[in-house]
């Protein structure tokens, strides 16, 4: 929702959402793609998550403040009493900090618990001691982390000398340093991926052969409801 499509995708998602109700179970997110410092595109945004069942967060739309905009989102967040899914570290780019500034806001708001960071893929790109460090910020935080495989593998290469490491969060630490992990797809047939089928377990496939994380039940908890993830509980 934004001042270019307004209202159009959540009021047609919603009459979808009733017409395959007894078929699907759809819980809607709303992304700010043109940030929310633009207060015409905020004020599309505010109402569409009025509707929705959490809000989304997209920082890297309002740098260089992406301070300002999870005080916004999270502002929100507690004033209509929702929880929250942050699309964060998405360029795979060791000066990338917004996982750890998604963590400290967190914090800073007492929104522990009730926030999801979507990708976080630049924390692989950073050394291991500053991914350590960062770890622990989202155990303080308590922060979920979504990774989705093969969005984080199509990032586009960047020209930087860092650490080895594959184009996905380093999802065996999360999960050893007792982070929550979940798994999702980010893109369907889309014009960003369009060959991407939803096939969740090529992304099963993807996200073990990528982070060589082999523990087959891990793995499958972590894609289905035995994760006990839900977005559409409140605050």
Not at 157 to 170: E, G, M, R, T, Y
């Amino acid at each position: 929702a934004d001042n270019t499509v307004k209202l159009l995708p959540i009021k047609t998602l919603i009459e979808l959402r009733k017409e395959f109700q007894d078929q699907i179970n759809i819980e809607i997110a709303v992304q700010p793609l043109e940030g929310v410092l633009d207060k015409k595109s905020r004020k599309f945004f505010e109402q569409a998550c009025e509707l929705a069942d959490l809000i989304g967060g997209l920082p890297s739309k309002d740098r260089p403040m992406p301070e300002k905009h999870l005080d916004i989102i999270m502002d929100m967040a507690k004033s209509m009493n929702k929880k929250i899914d942050v699309h964060i570290d998405q360029e795979n780019n060791p000066f990338e900090n917004e996982t750890e500034l998604l963590a400290l806001k967190t914090i800073e708001h007492g929104l522990e618990g009730y926030v999801s960071g979507v990708h976080a893929i630049s924390l692989s790109a950073k050394p291991p001691s500053e991914q350590d460090r960062i770890i622990k910020l989202l155990k303080e935080a308590n922060l979920n982390i979504i990774v989705c495989p093969a969005a984080g593998i199509s990032m586009k290469q960047l020209d930087l000398h860092v650490p080895s490491h594959n184009s996905i969060a380093p999802v065996g630490k999360l999960i050893d340093s007792g982070i929550k992990v979940f798994m999702g797809i980010d893109n369907i047939a889309d014009l960003f991926m369009p060959l991407a089928d939803a096939d969740m377990w090529f992304e099963c496939r993807l996200l073990m052969e990528s982070c060589r994380f082999y523990d087959l039940e891990k793995v499958a908890e972590i894609v289905t409801d035995k994760s006990g993830f839900t977005i559409n509980n409140s605050l």
